[in-house]
């Protein structure tokens, strides 16, 4: 079963969604790399070496690393650490593939925000990372008919991270979460591989019909702080989306659209708009 059957992918219009696709990452190497910053981070500063400890120097993979980082973050009195960290790590070692996506977004992270020095950061610190991988945790519990539990992890989260992320919604690997406050999913919202998106992005539907009623990202795009995209439109491939637009439309390939509600102003520059994270609207005439 490929990584995108694993993770429940649907089809998205009239083509197939890329979901967790292509690139490969080698799991052991990152686990190297987190270990050695770890080392070099407990020694530097001491009052967090009890943190390292737990999360990073104890652990013997980036499954039980990541368990322990979350349970951590979510465990409360109506479900300890004692029981959450086993859970979640449980869901990690049946279904290595989430541990595959989440070391994506981890590498997504560290490559595309100049802000961030070593890969650690996300994974100690960075709550759009880790709100991310709650979802893929809350995601599997749905997709495993476990409703109840996965919309307790989504609502944990909410309160935790300020991210708000329906454990129906479907996403894919590599994705830059940079802040992360105030993003919304709704249920049925598709967002492809290698999508970078700033805070308080809503990804929402319209009204109260039922069925496929929230966005399709495609894979390449980058959406401004606080864009607005309702309904079920598509965002094409190496989009971009002006901050705080509001997209009522599809959005073609390759475009750039701003405004309330959002028009095209420009043809992107980039190529990878998401990878890139050139936030200008390219207001270069060639509409």
Known sequence: ?????????IPASKNTAKLCAGKSVDLEKVW????????????????????????????DHLATALGARLARRLAREDMPRIGMEPLITGVFKAHPHIVHAASRDL???????PACFSPLEPLLFFKGFLALSTYRVAHQFWLDGRR??????????SEVFAVDI??????????????GTSFVVGETAIIEDDVSILHEVTLGGTGKQAGDRHPII??????????????????????????????????????????????????????NPAIAMNQSLDCSGQI
């Open 148 to 157: 109840w539990l996965a919309l307790y992890f989504q609502s944990v989260a």
């Open 166 to 179: 329906h454990p129906a919604a479907t996403i894919g690997c590599g994705i830059l979460l940079d802040h």
């Open 32 to 59: 190297a790399t987190l270990r050695s910053e770890a080392l070099r981070v407990a020694a530097e500063e001491p009052t967090l070496r009890n943190l390292i400890h737990d999360v990073i120097l104890s652990r």
């Open 218 to 271: 495609r894979s390449g795009v980058l959406l401004g702080a606080g864009a607005k995209i309702l309904g079920r439109v598509v965002i094409g491939t190496g989009a971009k989306v002006g901050a705080g637009s509001v997209v009522l439309n599809d959005v073609p390939p390759h475009k750039t659209v701003a405004g309330v509600p959002a028009v095209v102003v420009g043809v992107s520059t980039d190529e």
């Open 1 to 9: 079963m490929s990584e995108s059957q694993q993770a429940g992918a």
């Open 107 to 113: 590498l997504a992270m560290f490559e595309r925000d």
